[in-house]
């Protein structure tokens, strides 16, 4: 048998909502696509000493441009795509606001989740769109909760 713990405290929303916001720099994002425009094929180190910055920073900005489908990674290095300058940084900045609203997604759904009344195993199902016929009588919700039975099964 399994036994599983959850420590939620209503504050810590708050840091996991700044972690899943991160707007791009859209003049790094079009500095990146505009070094690799038609320079041929750059390995990181080269972008980065073209470009002037953190690795991380680059590593960040190549990585939403790769989401978006603005370049791409071949042997030889990072190459851009058909996309025009413009509209890599449009799509770019739109991957990562869809990539931000479904983290928020998960981070309200985790909230339901911790904050729920009802059972447990009902409201997950219910997520991934399948049906309990009744409470799971498991949980630690009521109906579900029977402090002997978790005290029993704690021992």
Do not use: W
């Not at 859209?26 to 000493?49: F, Q």
């Not at 073209?50 to 030889?76: H, W």
């Amino acid at each position: 048998m399994a036994l599983a713990l959850l420590f939620y405290r209503p504050e810590d929303l708050g840091l996991a909502r700044f972690f899943t916001a991160g707007h791009p720099d859209e003049a790094l994002l079009r500095a990146v696509h505009g070094a690799l425009d038609g320079a041929g094929p750059l390995r990181p180190k080269e972008l980065r000493e073209r470009l002037d910055v953190r690795p991380r920073t680059l590593t960040n900005a190549i990585n939403i441009l790769d989401e978006a489908g603005a370049v791409r990674s071949t042997r030889k290095g990072f190459v851009t795509t058909i996309m025009s300058p413009d509209a890599a940084v449009t799509a770019a900045v739109q991957a990562v606001d869809l990539r931000e609203r479904v983290d928020l997604s998960r981070v309200e759904m985790m909230r339901g989740y911790s904050e729920t009344r009802s059972c447990r195993r009902v409201f997950l199902l219910s997520y991934f769109g399948e049906q309990l016929a009744g409470p799971c009588g498991n949980c630690d919700r009521s109906p579900c909760f029977s402090r002997n039975s978790v005290t029993a099964r704690c021992r």
